[in-house]
């Protein structure tokens, strides 16, 4: 068992002459729960993008759960992200992004995501298409939709990116109730601008000049 599920290490990364992440390092612990906050283009994005294996740093090392290979480190976590990252697909698509995953997994996925109520009114259930990026659902339900697909995965590491502040209040609080059981047991980094979405279980570092400073656990 490998000692960090996230282990980097005075990594810094750069678009064009313009740095976004400066010598920063972070080590979280299997089943560790980091909250990242910053202001608007501190880089929490960029930094997320690197753990979920889509950039490499230009400098430094980025192991994800034991993996430093970008094609490996994308099968070791599940993305959350705040806008719609829905394919113009059915429900069912969206949730299992091809695989071969049974009916049954996909609506416990469903059901812990909050789902199943609405899916099941659906004239066409999981086959209803969500339309071009998404525009056929909710916003909420566009969000619960990624949870399920993340559940389904069920990767070791678990990446949100500002997962409900483009909802309203009410929907906003069904999506961290999905979201509490996507993250159980689960290394979490979820970046916000919004300390208050971050419960107890969260060790909360701050995000400035490129580089994270603890602010509390």
Same mark, same amino acid.
């Given at each position: ?52 294996? #889509?950039?490499? !740093? ?7 759960? =034991?993996?430093?290979? +970008?094609?490996?480190? %994308? $099968? ?83 990446? #949100?990116?500002? !997962? ?7 929907? =906003?609080?069904?999506? +961290?109730?999905?979201? %509490? $059981? ?36």
């Amino acid at each position: 068992m490998f000692p960090y599920a996230v282990d980097l290490e005075n990594i810094s990364f750069s678009y064009g002459n313009h740095m976004v992440l400066n010598n920063l390092s972070l080590r979280a612990k299997p089943g560790e729960h980091i909250g990242i906050v910053g202001d608007s283009g501190c880089g929490k994005s960029t930094l997320l993008k690197i753990l979920a294996g #889509l950039y490499a !740093p230009d400098q430094g090392p980025a192991i994800i759960a =034991g993996e430093h290979i +970008l094609e490996k480190i %994308r $099968k070791q976590v599940s993305l959350v992200m705040q806008n719609n990252s829905l394919f113009p697909l059915s429900i069912r698509d969206n949730i299992t992004c091809g695989h071969p995953i049974s009916d049954e997994t996909v609506w416990k996925a469903c059901q812990n995501a909050s789902l199943t109520e609405w899916i099941k009114d659906l004239p066409n259930g999981l086959d209803t298409n969500v339309g071009e990026r998404g525009n056929q659902v909710s916003g909420g339900q566009a969000q619960r939709i990624q949870i399920a697909r993340a559940l389904c995965k069920d990767a070791p590491v678990i990446l #949100l990116d500002e !997962p409900i502040s483009a909802l309203d209040q009410d929907t =906003g609080h069904s999506v +961290l109730d999905a979201l %509490r $059981k996507l993250t159980g047991g689960k290394t979490v980094i979820h970046v916000t601008h919004h300390q208050e979405t971050l419960d107890d279980s969260y060790t909360i570092y701050r995000m400035e000049g490129g580089r994270i400073i603890r602010v509390c656990s």
